[in-house]
């Protein structure tokens, strides 16, 4: 069974700028979470979807969003990028509402913003 | 204010040796407990969890142990390997929020030959 797919891998972008990232889950979970990894901060929950919804949410500003998509894939969308977006974007999938599915997570895509 | 605390942010264990990797946290609402391990430039694998209705959950050379009324837990491996020298994270979340995980800021293990 394939893992959970993000792309791309490396994004550098410039401030002002806006990005958007992309995750295919593992094949059958329906909920899609999204963390970011910086060094100053460690491991962040950025919100959660399942059926095309956002479940949850993380202490993050609007200028960071999301969605989902009918096939579970989702996008993540950063607007007027600043210096400190620049992180480790981790999505991860599960099949909700089950204990014994925990979170899987893709390799990541490393943005850069200059 | 870091819910989620891993105080000890390395750990060298000699091969064969068990490692102790430990866990505090502070909200009393965390009912399910995840041990993630990571290595560069790869995602957090799952390794092992625990509700808060049990105290032990062991997976092959893997323990994880929870003491709620001291708020800890703590991740136990042996015999420790070089494959596994990682980043082990530990990681709470509530109910009602299963995905929605409070990590830990993870402590470096070496496992040495």
């Known amino acids: 069974k394939a893992g959970v797919t993000q792309t791309p891998r490396y994004l550098i972008k410039t401030r002002g700028q806006q990005v958007t990232l992309s995750c295919s889950p593992i094949?059958?979970?329906?909920?899609v979470s999204w963390y970011q990894q910086t060094p100053g901060q460690g491991l962040q929950f950025l919100f959660e979807y399942f059926s095309e919804t956002q479940r949850n949410k993380g202490n993050f500003p609007g200028r960071f969003s999301g969605r989902q998509f009918s096939n579970s894939r989702s996008e993540m969308n950063v607007s007027t990028l600043e210096l400190g977006d620049s992180a480790l974007y981790l999505c991860?999938?599960?099949?909700?509402?089950?204990?014994?599915?925990?979170?899987?997570f893709g390799n990541g895509t490393r943005l850069t913003v200059t | 204010d870091q819910q989620v605390k891993q105080n000890s942010p390395s750990l060298s264990v000699q091969e064969g040796r068990i490692s102790i990797l430990n866990c505090d946290y502070t909200?009393?609402?965390?009912?399910?407990f995840l041990w993630y391990k990571k290595y560069p430039a790869e995602g957090p694998t799952f390794l092992i969890s625990i509700s808060s209705i049990k105290d032990k959950n062991e997976d092959g050379r893997f323990t994880v142990f929870l003491n709620k009324s001291a708020k800890h837990l703590s991740l136990h491996i042996v015999p420790s390997q070089p494959g596994d020298s990682a980043v082990y994270f530990c990681?709470?979340?509530?109910?009602?929020?299963?995905?929605?995980?409070?990590f830990g800021a993870g402590t470096r293990l070496a496992v040495h030959p």
């Open positions: 990681a709470a979340s509530a109910s009602g929020g299963y995905n929605k995980l409070i």
């Open positions: 909200n009393s609402m965390f009912d399910y």
């Open positions: 094949s059958g979970h329906r909920s």
């Open positions: 991860a999938s599960s099949m909700p509402g089950r204990l014994d599915s925990p979170l899987h």
